[in-house]
């Protein structure tokens, strides 16, 4: 079979850049068996060339120097692994204005600058590939835009920050609290020291408006998705959820609504026991995606770490090589701002279930009165739970689960709550996701 | 954007072809929005085309002659729906020799005589597409070829036919008998009057050489893989299995072992009732795939019916039109034959843990007599079960679970064990399946 060489040059040889590397150099031979695509990897830049990696690299391969590669004809495509939206940036628009594609990890700038490095990419007839961007190893952003090209995608639900889902799982499993299971990601390498990204939601706010991008074809801004993350979270919470049927989860959701329009959020997120999403444990990542032709489709993977990550890079650099990346990007529906910004919905406008816990006095007419505030907000319980004191001045956690209620009426009717004499604290809200199963009747 | 115009001819116009055809004529303009190509359904070819269908077919398009397809050298892709071995193997040879690309679901042609086809197929310079064989709408091929292709994958483990998966969730949910589930089965639409196929393990073995093909890159036939079917599933033994911490799914395996070879099985399957396959309920469908680097990736959806499938389909025909489905398979790499086939480990050389139930007289030294034979074979018991008697002659059942064996042995320890006096009946014996659970530590 007759292969075809593709020069290769890296920016970032960290954790990812070093299984990329490994990927190329060890497993060369199977790939051109498979693909017809010899990998070369001509160079790779980085600030730091001498601390030692887990694999070794050819002499002369790694340098300092960006104009080795920028400024080296002979290299076809550029993989961008500095991570971040600053010098990650310069390197792509250089790689891209060099005429050569560029494959990258990079959701931080994807989701910020998208747009820009879409335009310069398709001015230079250039592509960007950029499936280990979301879900790591899972191939999900070719499933979206190739295996499910048929589909008028309806919804999207992720867990796609493996870092948030360990620590809650951990809760959830250990019964730990929010700061144990917290320290116990960061000593198994799953959180970073500075772990704000991840339990913020940002990450997977990242991750969403690239999906959602892709799934809808509108250009979907940072701003447009409403972001909570877990640093609030309390066990009670997950184990009073747990007894009403709901495991918590840090969902990104793309889902579109009745009238068109499309709502995107992150946040906690209760979800039935019995559902797939929910049995999704530790720093895995889980992806359902609607279509209208296929119903739901989930893919379940290692979202993060060196060598899924890397997997899904080496696979885009061999559909870039293959010619198949510049089709698909050439044609990726995008559209326009000004169309698009209009189909978005506002969280404010977002009808959802909700589950709400208040301490409360264990006096008569607590409940009367809690029950009463909600009417009086159009909000109907579907569902109650009382548990034995265990607040500060014997107070009681009083779990209440409703129906579906607009934001501005909870939002409303918390604020009331909370200005109750009996109730102290605080009161706790997360809303309840009703995924579409897709189920057997 | 600029479109590219594709024409699309259909020989077989029953679900599938049905569903095929709505999404061309209804989903069009999405279709060329999302990917610039704009199919045109130019005619559909089938035998009765007076029965109405649930889709509007412009005049003209619907014909009985294959000619006018064939014979057409405005059309591009001919997409073959008509199923089985037969008269389809004859209308794809034919659309390759007339110079075009086959789309194609057609599992169990493509496992008898996908070989011939695939010649022909390079031999014409033409491609055959077939992501919709396996798994319906999920893109199980593409992620395999592609999504994976920086991988060595070590094994699949599949749930490929929704009819047995239906089947046994039924009789492990309700409590079922297999006729009781079979007939609830063809009741729902899931089974067909003759569901031989599906139940014997026909369906699942045909499915299993196409994807093992693409993963192991061997040439896989239909004879290599050792086939056992759900038939014979008693609820009681599903019962007993759920009892020790197991759930039944008839798994297609391919997996790689030590030495190099790889095991190819299609059997009813004990697996932790914690893992991910065993949650697959329904008609669903569900394959976990362990790659070197991406460790366990799980696709799930629904593996058959007229939209979902469709969607593969539809997609495989976008695929081809973009020529990316021409470059991947240009270089899918089968291994010859005599290279392939002495790398196919034997039934009888594999090792594996085994539940095992005799129906025994209930009276002093049983246990002790079946646990002599066992261990005269080098069988090692893990675990053990006895119920109150319920068989005939008040026997009690006795259910073992043992270390890992050797089939030989377990064949001889079965053989040695029926021939005892206190035992009625065959013993029943079930593979006990450790899917490698990629879990965090």
């Known amino acids: 079979m007759d292969e075809h060489r593709v020069n290769v040059g890296m920016v970032g040889f960290g954790t990812v850049g070093t299984g990329v590397a490994k990927l190329i150099l060890e497993k060369g031979d199977l790939i051109a068996a498979k693909t017809g695509i010899r990998l070369h990897l001509s160079c790779i830049v980085d600030t730091d060339i001498t601390r030692p990696r887990p694999v070794s690299i ?59 490095l879409y335009d310069l990419a398709r001015a230079k007839g250039r592509c960007i590939a950029f499936e280990a961007s979301c879900g790591g190893g899972i191939p999900i952003i070719s499933s979206i835009r190739a295996g499910l090209a048929a589909n008028e995608i309806q919804a999207i639900f992720g867990i796609v920050n493996g870092t948030s889902n360990f620590i809650l799982s951990s809760m959830t499993a250990k019964g730990l609290s929010f700061p144990e299971a917290l320290a ?20 997977s706010a990242h991750k969403l408006a690239i999906l959602a991008s892709i799934a809808f074809g509108d250009e979907i801004l940072l701003e447009d998705i409403a972001v909570e993350g877990i640093q609030g979270i309390s066990h009670d919470d997950i184990r009073y959820g747990a007894e009403m049927g709901y495991s918590l989860k840090l969902l990104a959701i793309g889902q579109k609504s009745g009238a068109g329009k499309i709502s995107l959020r992150v946040h906690p997120s209760f979800i039935d026991k019995e559902s797939e999403l929910a049995r999704v444990d530790g720093p895995f990542n889980a992806i359902s995606v609607f279509g209208h032709a296929v119903g739901q489709v989930m893919f379940y993977g290692r979202g993060a770490g060196m060598m899924p990550t890397a997997s899904a890079v080496v696979a885009d650099i061999i559909d870039v090589a293959l010619g198949n990346s510049a089709q698909v990007f050439k044609h990726m529906l995008i559209r326009p701002r000004a169309e698009a910004s ?58 209440i689960v409703t129906h579906a209620t607009g934001e501005r009426n909870m939002a409303a009717a918390l604020k009331e709550l909370s200005t109750l004499s009996v109730v102290s604290g605080k009161p706790v809200h997360i809303r309840i996701v009703d995924i579409p199963e897709d189920r057997d009747g």
């Not at 494959?103 to 747009?115: D, E, I």
């Not at 960061?186 to 959180?191: E, L, M, N, P």
């Not at 009808?351 to 907000?377: C, N, Q, T």
């Open 184 to 203: 116990l990601a960061q000593k198994k390498g799953y959180a970073e020291a500075d772990p704000s990204l991840d339990i913020g939601g940002g990450d």
């Open 58 to 116: 050819p002499h002369g391969v790694l340098t300092r120097d960006l104009n080795a590669l920028v400024k080296n004809p002979d290299i076809q495509i550029g993989v961008e692994l500095v991570g971040g939206t600053g010098a990650a940036r310069d390197v792509q628009r250089k790689l891209l204005e060099s005429g050569k594609d560029v494959v990258t990890a990079n959701k931080a700038l994807l989701a910020t600058h998208g747009s820009e």
């Open 342 to 399: 209009g189909r978005i919905e506002k969280i404010d406008d977002l009808v959802s279930r909700f589950y709400i816990r208040v301490m409360a006095k264990d006096e008569p007419g607590v409940f009367a009165a809690l029950s009463r505030i909600l009417a009086d907000h159009r909000i109907s319980i579907s569902g109650a739970l009382q548990h034995e004191g265990t607040g500060p001045d014997n107070s009681v956690p009083v779990v």
